[in-house]
């Protein structure tokens, strides 16, 4: 088993292009911090089907964890939990641990605002209904709670996309597992910035120096004008504290540096500098 | 065949957070704008097996458009065209009129920068290198040519990941094919927000708005904390001009903020007033 994860973002609003994706942006930040490769990102559209498919094929691909984010509240349109019940071919029930949460939240609500008993109606009862066999995660934030399934070897996990609400269960419930799941594996990662070189003149360059250092990754990103080359150049290594990636990086970073000064570039170890 | 478009965006940078996906949010909204429906977005790794995969399965999807964005450079995790032609079964082969358009771009930087001659080395020359059966396309602002192929009923583009590049690319050459494409069909959008109503209450009313309204979409985004709800509630229609969507649009509008101030709720036109 490969220590890995799949995001699925459920959202029209990404679609549309109205809603940058930060919660993919910063999942991905979190996973990889704690030593989760994720292997893929797919955003589909507040429809069952969709939903689904999405699932279905993550879970063919056997990640070790598969975290939806979107598509857990009230309305008609939030369909995630449709979407997981079709494609692990559970039903759906009403589930009495978060039907529990929700109605706590509501009688919060309804003291704080002192109004009379909130109702709950059927948008409400609707987020405490989850697919058979899944387990309800507290929402601390907000109202929908998560779910957790376990399903073969892998633990599928939905959160809201509210990203306040996904960000405090991401960091209370989900996270503690991935670290577990990662053995200790950390990533480190470090960027230098380099002027007057062609990212094409660059390329034989971290060639060399990716073979010289195995375990380091070199990733060039151009961010200059055309004829005014301005790169930056990420180092990264995913190791253990024991296995001294910081030294393994820096001894990368200095080959680098030389290389590039040799083919009359600049190197800058601040993207100020160079900017 | 409907107008629709899948966008793949290749980048271990996007995959462990470094960068965010505004690429994705960039072409959704251009796309939609222009009346083409982005039905899914998957984001991959730098590794030919996985661009492939990604390729193929939105091939088989039959979406009249696939665009992939990144990966076309000169390094070696420069993939894209690698997992293109994978995906396509293809060879890949060096494209003359591609060469071309390499070649003139280091004449001009050599020309510019007072240098000698900037050789075609393997790196230039990997730019070049595309999928057999496929059309370069110009890439004003940087080096690496996109390209176009024609696979069955979807056209399929490849555009570099530097922002300014893919933009450029995308509207000299790609939008005025999507809009042929949607002939004539637009999107509008408009958004309204509410205060005091939790978007439980509100659930039932956008029901009641979408089933009075044909056409016209109504999507909630809860925007405030637990106990003290703000909610942005978004209006959307693709339809042709002939069609008066601005009507409709209001209409849908009128109606749910009537029932919102009969729910005890505040409606604002804008976000500020609101917050």
Redesign the interface.
Known sequence: MTQNMEIICVG???????????N?????????AVGI??????????EVE?IAS?VR?ALQRKPQFVITTGGL?????DKTLEGIAKALNRKLEVNAKALQMIKK?YE??AR??RVEK?EL????IK?ATIPERTEPVSNR???APGIRANVDETILIALPG?P?EMEAIFEETIAPLLKQASGGNV?H?KSIYADNI???????L??KV?HDNPGV?V????KG???KPHIEI?F?IKAKDTEKPEEKLQKAIIQLSSLIKKSNGKVFSDKRVGA
């Open positions: 029209n609003e990404l679609l549309i292009g109205k809603t940058l994706n930060t993919a942006q910063w999942l991905s930040k979190r996973a990889t490769a994720v292997k893929r990102v797919t955003v589909v559209a507040d969709e999405a094929e509240g009230p309305t008609f349109d939240k919060t609500y704080e605002k909130v109606t059927q948008s409400r987020m934030v907000g109202t509210v306040s990533f990662e062609m990212e094409s003149t660059l390329a034989p971290i060639d990716m990754y990733k060039s990103h151009p004008e055309e004829n990420h990264s």
